[in-house]
């Protein structure tokens, strides 16, 4: 028997997407911030000042998502019928940011492994590994295979979206589907 995703009205459904991924990046650097100060991660001589082997990650996972907010902001536009890019305009854009963001995830290795070698604060490294892992799932979430989050009578679905990644039988993500189209691939 197969089961019923549930499913929203599309409008009500990219509004959601466009305005979700804003407060995820808010509520991140917010938890971020509070984490340094209230727990003491990387708390020293200097407790504000930024640890870039954590706040790298950081910066790089608020970009990809607020690129993906832009992106779900577009298509509520484009429902809505006001003035929007369309599929080839944005196909172009984010094969462009497809890139960088690859550039962007590649340069956190060398700070990571100089981080390791100096022997950096442990805390600072787990969170910066964890806050990389995340960029790394939204990168592929948005710009290949689709990772979203799936519900089945209100349960979120945590390992299907895991095993369609493993397995290569994920769908093409939307973005994906545009970059695609753009590049005269699908």
Do not use: C
Not at 93 to 100: D, M, N, P, S
Not at 114 to 136: H, K, N, Q, V
């Amino acid at each position: 028997m197969a089961r019923q995703l549930k499913k929203r009205a599309i409008e009500k459904e990219l509004k959601f997407l466009a305005n979700f991924e804003v407060y995820g990046v808010l509520l991140f650097v917010g938890l971020y911030f509070a984490t340094k100060y209230v727990v003491g991660m990387d708390v020293g001589e200097k407790p504000f000042r930024l640890n870039w082997v954590s706040f790298y990650p950081l910066l790089v996972f608020s970009v990809i998502v607020l690129e993906g907010s832009f992106y779900w902001r577009n298509k509520l536009n484009v429902v809505r019928r006001k003035k929007a890019l369309g599929a080839l305009e944005i196909g172009r854009v984010y094969h462009k940011l497809r890139w960088l963001n690859v550039a962007l995830l590649a340069g956190y290795l060398p700070l990571a492994i100089a981080a390791a070698l100096a022997e950096a604060d442990l805390s600072g490294r787990i969170a910066g590994g964890l806050l990389y892992l995340m960029a790394l799932i939204e990168q592929i979430n948005y710009f290949h295979i689709r990772l979203s989050y799936e519900t089945v009578n209100g349960a979120l679905l945590v390992v299907e979206p895991l095993k369609k990644l493993l397995t290569g039988t994920g769908e093409r993500s939307h973005l994906r589907k545009d970059i695609d189209a753009y590049l005269g691939l699908g």
